[in-house]
């Protein structure tokens, strides 16, 4: 089978649920951590299946200063990659693109 996207690509809509104050990199790049909350209705073995989840995310540089700007509450298309976070064992969503949903 053939993919047309990146093995490692993720996309969510989201409600922006929590925002950090915007931090700086060793290397001076805006970063901004992120809450994010989703919940839908989806089919799964031919059962609907209620799905709520809570993602850790991070944006960086520019992006990281067009988030910081948006209201809490408001929902977006989230488009990026998933890592493991730097201390630990959990996954972080690494943020390259958002539109409004």
Do not use: C
Request: hydrophobic letters at 50%.
């Amino acid at each position: 089978m053939s993919w047309s996207v990146p093995a490692n690509s993720f996309v969510l809509t989201a409600t922006l649920a929590a925002a950090e104050a915007i931090r700086y990199t060793p290397a001076g790049l805006p970063a901004l951590n992120l809450q994010l909350d989703h919940a839908s209705e989806l089919s799964e073995a031919g059962s609907v299946r209620q799905v709520k989840v809570s993602v850790k995310a991070v944006a960086l540089g520019t992006l990281a200063e067009r988030l910081a700007k948006q209201e809490i509450g408001s929902v977006w298309r989230f488009t990026g990659f998933v890592a493991n976070a730097r201390h630990g064992k959990s996954v972080v969503f690494h943020i390259l693109d958002f539109l409004q949903d």
